[in-house]
């Protein structure tokens, strides 16, 4: 989750694809806060390993963008 901007699904989607290269645009769901503030993303993916999952988190976490991973 993180403040919304027009190309903030994108910039997580592009995040999650490094270590997902298969992942599709039907695997990511947006969603915009009732004040229109904040967009939630979720991303589902098979993952591969705990590796891959820790990775992923890792790298969406260090984004400034980026307010809440779960």
Known sequence: MGYWAEDFDAFVTQIVRRHAP???EAAVR???SRGGRYMAVTVTIEAKSQAQVDAIY???TRER???MAL
Do not use: A, E, N, S
């Open 22 to 24: 298969d992942l599709t």
């Open 65 to 67: 963008r980026i307010v």
């Open 30 to 32: 947006t969603r915009v």
């Open 58 to 60: 890792r790298d969406l």
